[in-house]
């Protein structure tokens, strides 16, 4: 059974930063896409970023480009969202997922549904 614990959630004024880790507990999501998404209350749930295997191609939402970095140490089986210049509009829980379909692939997804693994969330919120 593979799990997802991420971790580095928390308060954090407009302007502020944090950095979000994912530790999986399988050392094959090594090679696999990883991703991170988001979800505020009332909202569906929204692509963030994502991160082929090797670190080759990574992708962002257009409202999160610039500010936020995705990362990955498969030595640690650990992913990383660096997150600088947070607004109100980013406080969401933030969920780390994995797709395992494909073995290497090197373009990534944006839908939610195509990731098979999921972490239990990590709340941020941003004050004004």
């Known amino acids: 059974q593979v799990q997802l614990v991420e971790s580095g959630g928390g308060l954090v004024q407009a302007g502020g930063s944090l950095r979000l880790s994912c530790v999986a507990s399988?050392?094959?999501?090594?090679?696999?896409?990883m991703g991170w998404f988001r979800q505020a209350p009332g909202k569906e749930r929204e692509f963030v970023s994502a991160?082929?295997?090797?670190?080759?191609?990574?992708g962002y939402v257009d409202s999160v480009k610039g500010r936020f970095t995705i990362s990955r140490d498969n030595a640690k089986n650990t992913v990383y969202l660096q997150m600088n210049s947070l607004s109100p509009e980013d406080t969401a829980v933030y969920y780390c997922a994995a797709e395992t379909d494909f073995y290497r692939r090197t373009t990534y997804y944006t839908d939610w549904k195509k990731y098979d693994y999921w972490g239990q969330g990590t709340q941020v919120t941003v004050s004004s």
């Open positions: 399988a050392r094959t999501l090594s090679s696999y896409i």
């Open positions: 991160i082929t295997w090797d670190g080759g191609n990574t």
